[in-house]
């Protein structure tokens, strides 16, 4: 269990830490008014705590995955023959508790909380049916992915119906009938939201089954050395997405675009992003020290030291 940690955490803590750190500069650098050095590290140390800032909440969230999962996996294995029961059970606290977050939290005074009860967003008990539904599947492998083949259109039907219901549970429900904020209504925390992200899971495991098929027929040569790259960066596309955000940020101010042409632009601006990413991730990748920004260092000191004095004793020998 040790080891697992170790490797877990010197994986993501590190550059979870300087990420944060240096966005926070560049933002002072940009001029950004909500970051200066007076506040400096006290503003840090509540982003990195919070995960509030340049959509790292996602990191905190997987690190307190990472600090439950032998409970998750000693609970499966505890009790081998009611795993249908342990997984029915969690969609039942899970459809409460995002009831509770929804419409009663609201109504309550929780100043007094400790924010890491009040904060849902990066509490990983929110999300705690999708944590166990996750090891589910890993252990039932097979019987998920038959029942998926039966029952694709069927899923596919639900998740077009589902989608399209988004906008009118969104705008219609959340915002006109109940009146909440647009904060509130983009909330994960929603009964309907929660059964919807059941079935887009469900749909994008099938997706990627698929896929792995479809890649075993074999791709084209610069394809795969595509695809494999970006698997390999892809954590520290998320890390620094923001810098490609930022470029798309300013070309959007230097260009005065008619609305209509925005909308045109939006693909293609999402590709710029993930282009923008995915060069700094490699860059890092490919050229020490700065492996470990994306979660793959490739700069170890004691290595070197060990290598140089094993050529040198090769070379007396």
């Known amino acids: 269990m040790a080891t697992f940690f170790k490797k877990r955490f010197n994986g993501s803590l590190w550059p979870y830490l300087t990420w944060n750190g240096l966005l926070m500069l560049l933002m002072i650098a940009l001029g950004n008014t909500d970051y ?40 499966f294995k505890k009790w081998p023959n009611s795993h249908n029961k342990i997984l029915f059970i969690s969609f039942v606290c899970q459809l409460t508790l995002v009831f509770f977050v929804k419409f009663i939290m609201p109504q309550m005074d929780i100043s007094h909380w400790p924010y890491w009860f009040k904060a849902t967003s990066i509490n990983i008990f929110a999300y705690q049916f999708y944590m166990l539904y996750g090891v589910y599947t890993c ?28 906008m009118f549970y969104y705008r219609i429900w959340d915002q006109k009938i109940l009146g909440m904020d647009g904060d509130s209504s983009l909330s994960l925390h929603q009964p309907y939201i929660a059964c919807y992200d059941i079935v887009m899971l469900n749909l994008i495991f099938w997706l990627g089954k698929k896929y792995a098929t479809f890649r075993q027929r074999g791709f084209p040569k610069w394809l795969e050395n595509f695809i494999n790259r970006a698997v390999k960066v892809s954590f520290g596309m998320y890390l620094n997405q923001t810098l490609g955000l930022l470029m798309l940020s300013w070309l959007l101010s230097v260009f005065s675009l008619p609305d209509w042409i925005m909308m045109i632009l939006i693909p293609f601006g999402w590709v710029l992003v993930i282009a923008i990413s995915f060069m700094i991730a490699w860059f890092c990748y490919k050229v020490p020290p700065f492996g470990f920004l994306v979660g793959r260092p490739n700069w170890h000191p004691f290595r070197i030291v060990n290598e140089r004095l094993f050529r040198s004793s090769t070379i007396e020998r």
Request: charged residues 5%.
């Open 139 to 166: 252990l039932h492998y097979r019987e998920i992915y038959s029942f998926l083949q039966r029952n694709i259109h069927a899923i596919v039907t639900l998740a077009i119906i589902m989608a399209i219901g988004m």
């Open 36 to 75: 200066n050095f007076s506040n400096f590290g006290n503003k840090y140390l509540t982003l990195v705590m919070h995960g509030s800032s340049f959509y790292m909440y996602y990191m905190l969230l997987v690190m307190q995955l990472y600090l439950l999962f032998p409970l998750v996996v000693w609970i």
